[in-house]
């Protein structure tokens, strides 16, 4: 039963570590002049996308670094790496991160829905093309990624207070 359980944890983290490889390569592919579904994206983010130059490079880059730094953190759990006290904090900062895609991407996915929906009015114009691939794709992407690193984070601890005892 614990393997079962420590695989899970280990499919979890790297499903998580490939979602967020997989939202660092768009991230990158639109940093360097990529222009497949940038209309998807509306506000500042494409508009900057679409100028190009060295700010939306750096802005490119430095996204995609940090996507690709939760996908290395996801691994970490899934492998457990380090010793017991590394480990911890490892899950911990897991934890952390994990909340914060899923509070970022399901509010974002929450209220973009409530708009689309005519429940909630902006008070200004909105890109509804967008807005549809905010909920349905860019910002689901993020739950997605929460999730799946929560999911290794939970099934990281129970394996180890399974193996350590009460």
Do not use: C
């Amino acid at each position: 039963m614990a393997a079962r359980v420590w695989l899970s944890a280990r499919w979890a983290g790297y499903a998580a570590a490939a979602v967020a490889v997989a939202y660092a390569g768009v991230s990158l592919y639109w940093a360097f002049g990529g222009q497949a579904l940038l209309s998807t994206v509306g506000g500042w983010p494409e508009q900057a996308a679409r100028r190009g130059g060295a700010t939306a490079v750096l802005l490119g880059v430095l996204v995609a670094g940090a996507k690709l730094a939760g996908a290395v953190l996801a691994l970490a759990v899934a492998h457990r790496v380090g010793g017991p006290v590394a480990r911890r904090r490892l899950v911990r900062l897991a934890a952390a991160t994990s909340t914060l895609l899923v509070l970022y991407g399901g509010v974002l996915v929450v209220a973009g829905a409530l708009v689309l929906a005519g429940v909630i009015d902006p008070g200004g114009a909105v890109d509804r093309t967008a807005l549809r691939w905010h909920v349905l794709v860019w910002d689901a992407w993020f739950l997605l990624w929460g999730l799946l690193l929560g999911l290794a984070v939970l099934h990281h601890r129970q394996t180890h207070n399974k193996s350590h005892g009460p």
